[in-house]
């Protein structure tokens, strides 16, 4: 079992940055890969980055996140984090955390889970 939990959400304005964080409790991550997913209301849950927890493999990010957004990873803590910058009032969504043992851009193939927390970004 794998145990996710998020934190750093919030209200922002448009250009604000924000760092999401990802506490990971539970078995040996050595073979997971680490994902970050957002859902806005009304739409799909949709893959915003994702890496290997070990490994070489560089990170995935989706093309509208890409150059604004960066994930990365302390091994000592057991945590994973999103920098977001220039922030939009299009990423308005809840942001969630996701570990699995294989990649997939569809949020439906990830196993575990955290609770999310929301990033609400208005002017």
């Known amino acids: 079992q794998v145990q996710l939990v998020e934190s750093g959400g919030g209200l922002v304005q448009p250009g604000d940055s924000l760092r999401l964080s990802c506490a990971i409790t539970?078995?040996?991550?050595?073979?997971?890969?680490m994902g970050w997913f957002r859902q806005a209301p009304g739409k799909e849950r949709e893959l915003v980055a994702a890496?290997?927890?070990?490994?070489?493999?560089?990170?995935v990010y989706a093309d509208f996140v890409k150059g604004r957004f960066v994930m990365s990873r302390d091994f000592v803590k057991r945590e994973v984090y999103l920098q977001m910058n220039n922030l939009q009032i299009e990423d308005t969504a809840v942001y969630f955390c996701?570990?699995?043992?294989?990649?997939?851009?569809?949020?439906?193939?990830?196993?575990?889970w955290g609770q999310g927390t929301q990033v609400t970004v208005s002017s």
């Open positions: 996701g570990a699995d043992q294989t990649f997939s851009n569809k949020s439906s193939a990830w196993r575990y």
């Open positions: 539970g078995r040996s991550l050595s073979t997971y890969y």
């Open positions: 890496f290997p927890w070990t490994g070489i493999t560089s990170t």
